[in-house]
Structure formats: C-alpha cells, structure tokens
C-alpha cells in the first residue's frame, strides 16, 4: 500500500490508452505541461470505446495524425466474437493531479503506425529519433527546459520503433519474396 492508502480508502483507477507513434525511425512524443514531462498520445478510454479505438482517437486529436494499431501479438483467427488487438503492455501509473487528487492510470501501452501519407505533427509535437533516445539526449520544445523524456517512455519508444519499423522490413521482405515467385 502507498502512504496515500490506508486500508479504509479506496483507490481511484482511470483506464487510459497510450500510443507509441512511429515513422522514419523516430516516434512522436510532446512536452505534457501539466505532468511536465515529454510523453506520446494518449488519455483516458470513454465509455463505449475499445482501448485500441480510444488509442487511435488520442493520437488523431492530439498529434493530427491519423494511424492504426501495429499488432503485437498473432490473431487468434475467429470469426467472433471480434478480437481488440492486445496492448504490448499495460502500465499501472501514480497520478498526483491537483485537480482531481491521487488516482493511479492503468495504462493500455500500443504500437502505431500514420496511416497513408501523412502530414507535419501539431504544434507542440515532434518526431524523436532512435538515435535519440538511445544516447539518453534531453529534449526541448524551445519554451521549456530541456529534459530527458521517463525511462520508460524512453524504452517503450525503441521498443516500438524496432517492432513497427522490424515489422515494416519484414512485410516488404514477404511482398518481395511473393512477388519473386511469381
């Protein structure tokens, strides 16, 4: 138990949904004000929404960018019930919001990917290269001091750009070899 929780309280918990954006090898975070820390899209799963649909919806309004969910794990191949892709992880976060007090975020973590050509980011939003995040460099946005975006955003991104871009290689690699053939 945290020093927050005694056996008499009950903790708040918000489902959310995070989406790890990639393209050309970088992933697309922004400076969060409010956490004041660098972080991708994401937010809170509204009623009647799927955790991949809410990821798909927090990427489109917060970066402009509309993308789809690059699945991590193999369907099951059934006509139904319909299958939600599965998250790569899930996170369990302490939120310390002087709003709305201590809550903690279960935090749905996906892969994506901008659908078709897509345009620049919205303001506020930039792409973070691999290189990046593997040599640990601090970000700026030019109003805020420069810092290095959590661990585990920083993990989380190469992870995601290994997987979407390995995925990218691999799919090309599978269309050329079909095409060979034939």
Not at 40 to 48: F, L, R, Y
Not at 126 to 140: D, M
Not at 161 to 176: N, Q, S, T
Request: proline share 9%; net charge negative; with cysteine.
């Amino acid at each position: 138990m945290s020093d927050r929780q005694t056996p008499d309280t009950e903790v708040v918990r918000h489902f959310t949904a995070t989406g790890f954006v990639v393209s050309g090898g970088s992933i697309a975070l922004h400076w969060h004000p409010k956490v004041r820390a660098w972080l991708p899209p994401g937010g809170h799963i509204e009623p009647n929404e799927d955790p991949a649909q809410a990821v798909v919806r927090e990427a489109l309004e917060e970066t402009g960018l509309s993308v789809e969910v690059v699945s991590t794990a193999p369907a099951l191949g059934l006509s139904y019930p319909e299958q939600v892709a599965p998250p790569c992880a899930i996170m369990v976060e302490d939120i310390h919001d002087p709003t709305d007090g201590f809550h903690k975020h279960i935090d749905m973590i996906y892969f994506c990917r901008p659908t078709g050509n897509h345009g620049a980011l919205a303001r506020g939003w930039q792409w973070v290269s691999r290189a990046a995040l593997q040599e640990r460099q601090p970000l700026t946005d030019g109003a805020n001091p420069a810092a290095l975006p959590p661990e585990d955003v920083r993990l989380l991104g190469l992870r995601a750009i290994e997987w979407v871009e390995g995925g990218l290689a691999r799919e090309r690699e599978e269309r050329m070899g079909t095409a060979a053939q034939t």
